[in-house]
């Protein structure tokens, strides 16, 4: 029986991946997408229609739809009645794993989009998507079609009811078709995908569905007791003795039922506690109090999502991911606890303090941080009855008397050890899994959400307040006390210092959130980079940084102890702005970072170069806390007089510390002088531009970095008579700009993409300045492909300026080998 079920769809899955062959031989992808495209772009691309209803309004439906399913095992309605409780679940499972697997494959892809191709205004060109590893100038992450997986996805319902209703799974299947070849119809009007790239989907979708049901059907096939279509239903969880979520293997006495004529003589009160006693299993109880605190315990921060605002086509499904992202973090979190009857008191524990952090977020527009947390221990009973009172009781008897009379109500199901442990692993899993999928297909709305707004993390409640209560408890068991390590001793400058005509003057740019790829100077389709160009800078094309986010680059960049030592350190080092500063040069870190140095210049003369400007440059160059980099270069003549002179006049060694190209609102890191490629996008809610206007927004700002970097070699050029001088840039790391449906950085750097670690590092050099080291330029074109990474900076500038320290490493001086002897 189960293998003539199979053999059908198999050929069927066969003969389409035939045809889908013999389609993309065809070449017909841009024949279909010249009907709809142009030379100047698409022009139903920003429809309305398209876009608001189609596209995100269809988006949030089918995630609605596929939670319905998921609750629908254990409140099945219509059809899905016919199904037995494992039916059910391999319908939900299966339309998330098409999802899933949609989303993954665009993850390795690097076929770009046709609005991307230099056909229709972009600046990619056409690659087949079966040219695996080959990047064709675009962003890449298009193929399949994730946007028609939202009705492909469904057609697991056909192998799920083609047993017991075999009628209604034709229908589902092609109502599932007619959706995914109607959604995937609406993105080829607009540009966003090729025909190929929808019936690929369609492909994937059916082939995981058939897999599924396969497996399924191995598993039914070994059961001899399990029914086959036409037989009597299985019972369910409205059946007594059964678990809800999985079916139990424990039974339990069945209570006795009421007649119906009983059961409608009842009260309300007495049907509702009728169906709270009902037995049912711990792990129903978790999804059913994980959702209720995502309703009834976050009214904060969905009134923070309302302040913020946005398009309704942006704030609407960000309510809706934050919401799923809330109840899978708390059933993720409570899986652990689904045991037993006992966990009861542990369950009202979480809601107690769901009711108690909602009442402080609204009254006190607090936020449940680890540092609040701390305060609320540190406060005393005086300090704490100013905060306790009336509405403190409201607020807990509103949240948490419902779940409180429910919880002593319920009757959950006994159950062997190894029966709870696999079903709490499951649910742990599907909570992950369904979380991991809407964060894929919203990560460009939620992205640049949570970047700009990190309170809104502190405000999922009661998942910040346990994580914060955690943090605060566990941090004295696990604190390390960190003594700083020396690396100074025997640091002494060089020979070249004996005899020296002028001090030199060096210059280290430290970059923000730049690409390499987007570098004029590194082949970049665009001239960004023409006042870097046109003083000759020399520019290293294949450089790697540490991390992915400031926090982990800029400390392990400066430090001797390179990437792979910084990251299993047990202590703090002394960094390279300390060895520069014992040598006897005379430092200073200029930070236009509002996250400051990362604890690099905690040692050194440093300053904000925001802090001390006149009303008038502020005015100029700022807007509330963020300065334009220019500014560093205002005064910089009296920062240099500044220094102590007995140390100025041995070299000066002066960081620059970028704001750079900084996401999103990459529309503020460029003056209205410096914008060339228009039109950029002008929000931080990337979903409401599109790629090309989110790229030209990044390339204005990497253009702003090259107009000050050359702005920077000129006042260097004009210190000539007083200095050597010399310059390096090199950025922190880099950014997504939509490649495999990620924006921004920070992305785990051992499974983060490329564009977040290939940076760009150039140097300019003072006439003087390449001779006075015995540096040969020739051979410093001749290196510039040679692999680098933040590993290199430490000892890199340690050779330029003839510092001798224990710590230095020839190896890893990028300008060793082009140093001549002496």
């Known amino acids: 029986m189960f293998r003539s079920l199979l053999a059908r769809p198999l050929a069927w899955t066969l003969l389409a991946f035939l045809l889908l062959l013999l389609w993309d031989a065809s070449g017909l992808d841009l024949a279909l997408a010249r009907l709809a495209g142009t030379p100047t772009g698409f022009p139903l691309r920003d429809n309305g229609f398209l876009v608001h209803m189609m596209h995100e309004g269809a ?39 098409g999802v899933l697997v949609v989303t993954l494959v665009k993850q390795a892809s690097t ?21 695996w590893g080959v990047r064709d100038g675009g962003p890449g992450g298009c193929f399949p079609a994730g946007h028609a997986s939202a009705g492909f996805a469904f057609v697991g319902g056909w192998f799920a009811l083609r047993r017991s209703a075999p009628a209604a799974a034709r229908a589902w299947l092609a109502g599932a078709l007619a959706a995914g070849l109607l959604l995937g119809l609406a993105q080829q009007l607009r540009g966003a995908h090729y025909m190929s790239h929808t019936l690929w989907t369609g492909w994937l979708c059916w082939s995981t569905a058939l897999a599924i049901d396969a497996l399924m059907g191995l598993t039914r096939s070994r059961r001899p007791d399990m029914a086959i279509a036409g037989s009597v239903p299985e019972p369910d969880e409205s059946t007594p003795g059964r678990s809800s979520v999985f079916p139990s293997d424990h039974a339990v006495a069945a209570p006795r039922v009421q007649a119906p004529a009983e059961e409608a003589a009842s009260s309300p009160w007495q049907r509702i506690d009728a169906w709270l006693t009902r037995p049912r299993s711990a792990r129903q109880v978790v999804v059913w109090l994980s959702v209720y605190l995502a309703v009834a315990a976050n009214w904060p921060l969905w009134a923070e999502l309302a302040r913020i605002g946005g398009a309704p086509s942006v704030y609407l499904p960000t309510i809706a991911t934050m919401a799923l992202f809330t109840v899978c973090g708390m059933v993720a979190l409570l899986a652990f606890s689904a045991w037993s009857r006992w966990m009861k008191p542990l369950w009202f524990a979480v809601v107690l303090v769901a009711a108690v952090a909602q009442h402080f977020m609204s009254s006190y527009h607090a936020v449940m941080d680890p540092s609040m947390l701390a305060n609320a221990v540190q406060t005393d009973m005086h300090e704490a009855s100013d905060l306790l009172g009336w509405r403190l009781l409201v607020h807990m008897l509103l949240v948490a008397a419902l779940p409180g009379w429910a919880l002593w109500r319920m009757r959950v199901l006994p159950m062997r050890l190894w029966s709870h442990a696999w079903r709490n692993a499951a649910l742990l899993l599907a909570a992950v899994s369904l979380a991991a999928g809407g964060a894929l297909a919203m990560n460009r709305q939620v992205a640049p959400l949570m970047r700009n707004n990190v309170h809104l993390r502190y405000m999922m409640n009661p998942l910040a307040s346990l994580y914060s209560v955690g943090a605060v408890a566990l941090k004295p068991l696990l604190k390390h006390s960190r003594k700083l390590v020396p690396v100074t001793a025997g640091t002494a400058l060089g020979a070249s210092y004996a005899a020296q005509a002028r001090p030199q003057l060096f210059v280290l740019v430290v970059g923000e959130t730049a690409r390499a790829d987007h570098f004029g100077l590194n082949g970049y389709v665009r001239d960004t980079t023409p006042a870097l160009a046109a003083h000759k800078v020399l520019s290293w094309r294949d450089v790697h940084s540490c991390g992915t986010n400031t926090l982990a680059s800029v400390p392990c960049m400066f430090s001797p102890l ?37 604890g690099v210049c905690d040692r050194i003369p440093h300053a904000s170069a925001f802090d001390p400007l006149a009303p008038a440059v502020k005015s100029a160059l700022c807007d509330g806390d963020e300065c334009l980099d220019d500014v560093m270069l205002r005064g910089l003549d009296d920062r240099l ?16 510390h970028q704001m750079g190209s900084h996401g999103p609102a990459y529309y503020k890191r460029s003056s209205p002088d410096a914008k060339r490629f228009l039109p950029e996008c002008k929000t931080n809610a990337l979903a409401e531009c599109s ?35 010399a310059l390096l840039y090199l950025s922190d790391h880099g950014e997504s700009l939509g490649e495999y449906g990620l924006f ?19 140097m300019w050099f003072g006439a003087r300045t390449a001779e006075r080291a015995g540096l040969s330029r020739h051979c410093m074109e001749s290196g510039l492909d040679a692999p680098l990474t933040h590993d290199n900076l430490y000892h890199t500038v340690l050779g330029l300026m003839d510092v001798k320290t224990p710590s230095y490493k020839a190896g890893l001086d990028a300008l060793a080998s082009c140093r001549s002897p002496g």
């Not at 089918?62 to 391999?90: K, N």
């Not at 014992?582 to 200029?590: D, I, N, P, T």
């Not at 500044?642 to 006049?649: G, N, W």
């Open 562 to 598: 390179g990437k792979a030592g910084y990251e299993a350190r047990k202590d703090d080092y002394e960094n390279l702005m300390d060895v520069l500063q014992a040598a006897g040069l005379a430092v200073f870190w200029l930070d236009n970072q509002p996250g400051g140095c990362k």
């Open 691 to 725: 790629h090309a206007e989110l790229v030209n927004g990044f390339d204005n700002s990497i253009a702003y970095t090259d107009r000050f970097l050359g702005k920077t070699i000129d006042w260097l050029q004009a210190q000539s008579g007083r200095y050597d001088p």
């Open 59 to 97: 988006r949030a439906l089918s995630w609605l739809l596929l939670i319905a399913l998921f609750a629908a095992i254990r409140w099945p309605v219509g059809v899905l009645r016919r199904l037995r409780t494992g039916e059910r679940v391999q319908l939900a499972f299966t339309v998330l794993a």
């Open 744 to 762: 921004l950085h920070g992305v785990p750097y051992s499974f983060a993409p490329e564009v977040q670690k290939h940076i760009p590092m150039v």
């Open 111 to 131: 076929t770009s989009c046709p609005w991307d191709l230099k056909a229709f205004g972009g600046m990619a060109r056409h690659v087949s998507h079966w040219a």
């Open 641 to 656: 007089a500044a220094l102590p002179p007995e140390r100025r006049a041995k070299g000066v060694v002066l960081v620059m």
